[in-house]
């Protein structure tokens, strides 16, 4: 199998600007390209015009929260059709039964560790390579 790996893009949407800058700088030294969106309405903005291959998505937010962004989403399939959407949320939890229904499998629980965020990177590169 070759070492080299494709670039990933994601988005990070957190309305938590350390958040936002944490997730980037790890993303960026993984070797992959970041984007970030403050809010659910700035995500969906982007969304339109831009591909990425994973969304960390936060649920709690002003403006459009998370389940509203997935919600979006599922209504127009052709926007991302093989994005990975990752929830990562302090409040995941209860919201666990809407996110199943919404087809969301991976839920990470704030805070997240730099470890975690390294294993999902190379998880999503295994998986496009499948």
Same mark, same amino acid.
């Given at each position: 199998m $070759?070492? #080299?790996?494709?670039?990933?893009? !994601? ?5 938590n600007?350390d958040?936002? @800058?944490? !997730?980037?700088? *790890?993303?960026?030294?993984? %070797?992959?390209?970041? $984007?970030?969106?403050?809010? %659910? ?7 339109e &015009?831009?591909?990425f @291959? &994973? ?11 998370g389940?509203d962004?997935?919600? =979006? ?5 052709? &926007? ?5 959407i990752?929830?990562?949320?302090a =409040?995941? %939890?209860?919201h666990?039964?809407?996110?199943? #229904?919404? %087809?969301? &499998? ?5 805070p997240?560790?730099?470890?975690? *965020? $390294? ?7 295994r @998986?496009s390579?499948?």
């Amino acid at each position: 199998m $070759s070492q #080299e790996s494709r670039e990933l893009r !994601f988005l990070v949407v957190d309305d938590n600007e350390d958040i936002r @800058d944490v !997730f980037c700088r *790890l993303i960026e030294r993984a %070797g992959h390209v970041a $984007s970030t969106a403050v809010d %659910g309405m700035d995500a969906v903005e982007k969304l339109e &015009v831009e591909s990425f @291959d &994973v969304m960390l998505l936060d649920l709690t937010m002003p403006r459009m929260n998370g389940v509203d962004v997935v919600r =979006w989403l599922r209504a127009r399939p052709e &926007v991302a059709p093989a994005m990975k959407i990752v929830v990562i949320s302090a =409040w995941a %939890g209860e919201h666990r039964a809407v996110l199943q #229904e919404l %087809g969301i &499998v991976t839920v990470m629980q704030k805070p997240l560790r730099i470890q975690q *965020l $390294s294993d999902l990177i190379e998880q999503t590169l295994r @998986d496009s390579e499948a």
